[in-house]
């Protein structure tokens, strides 16, 4: 069975970028030739939000994916991206989800066949979906500011997953911290983002993301930043980690 690359970001807590990294990467990772789908397990739906100005018509060309009874259909939101429309109703409420669910659809033939990449953005709560996009991750992110408080619950998901790799519960080989809202500015920011390259070492952190009001600008517009404000930071700053993750 085909191996498919499939990258959760995750985080407990809301209000961590989680979406809107999950949608930038998504349009990063297209410019560069790769197809993707994203998997919205957040029963707000967001995902569509941050995509629908490209252009998100109901899927036509692609007829035999399987459908989990969380998502209602498939979207074709642009060349090379795809991303399932959420049942808001029953995303975060169905019981019957499985750990290796998830797993197994990113890893069948109808999937690997049309896609590089699956991307998932998860509910900021331990349920059985943030489970099951975990257990199927070959990459696991994790979005935070650089704050005292913020780390400690990084620190109690980075030792989740390490166990649950140990036990061979997750498959993921590649478990990192992406730095959102940075304000290089700020000392406290600095000092922890300094504290995090110490304690994880400067290959699990990957490039931070600087605040920028063009990401909530994009995502009020339904765009990915790159198709809001091409030259603005935010554009820079998810360029330079799509770089980062595909090299």
């Known amino acids: 069975m085909v191996r498919m690359r499939v990258i959760t970001v995750a985080n407990r807590k809301g209000g961590t970028a989680k979406t809107t990294t999950v949608v930038n990467l998504a349009y990063g990772f297209a410019q560069a030739n790769k197809r993707v789908i994203v998997l919205d397990l957040d029963n707000q739906g967001h995902v569509m939000h941050g995509l629908k100005a490209l252009g998100c018509v109901q899927q036509s060309d692609i007829t035999e994916l399987p459908l989990n009874t969380f998502f209602t259909s498939i979207v074709k939101c642009a060349d090379n ?43 900021p709560t331990l349920s059985p979906q943030l489970m099951a996009a975990l257990s199927a991750a070959t990459d696991i992110i994790i979005p935070a ?4 408080l913020a780390s400690d619950g ?40 300094s504290n995090w390259y110490g304690r994880y070492g400067r290959s699990k952190v990957l490039n931070p993301i600087r605040k920028s009001i063009k990401l909530a600008e994009a995502f009020a517009e339904n765009k990915p930043v790159f198709a809001y404000a091409p030259n603005s930071r935010g554009a820079h700053d998810y360029t330079e980690l799509c770089k980062q993750l595909i090299g």
């Not at 991206?81 to 019957?96: F, R, S």
């Not at 500011?145 to 005292?148: A, D, G, I, V």
């Not at 998901?157 to 997750?170: G, V």
Request: charged share 25%; net charge negative; glycine share 0%.
């Open 81 to 123: 991206i795809y991303a399932t429309d959420v049942d808001t109703c029953n995303a975060n409420t169905n019981e019957e989800i499985t750990l290796d669910v998830l797993r197994n659809w990113c890893d069948s033939e109808a999937v690997t066949k049309y896609f590089d990449i699956v991307l998932i953005d998860t509910p």
């Open 145 to 148: 500011t650089p704050l005292p």
């Open 154 to 193: 990084v620190q109690k998901l980075l030792n989740a997953c390490r166990n649950a790799m140990a036990e061979r519960k997750f498959r993921a080989t590649k478990l990192t911290i992406l730095p959102v809202m940075v304000e290089q500015n700020l000392k406290l920011h600095r000092q922890e983002l």
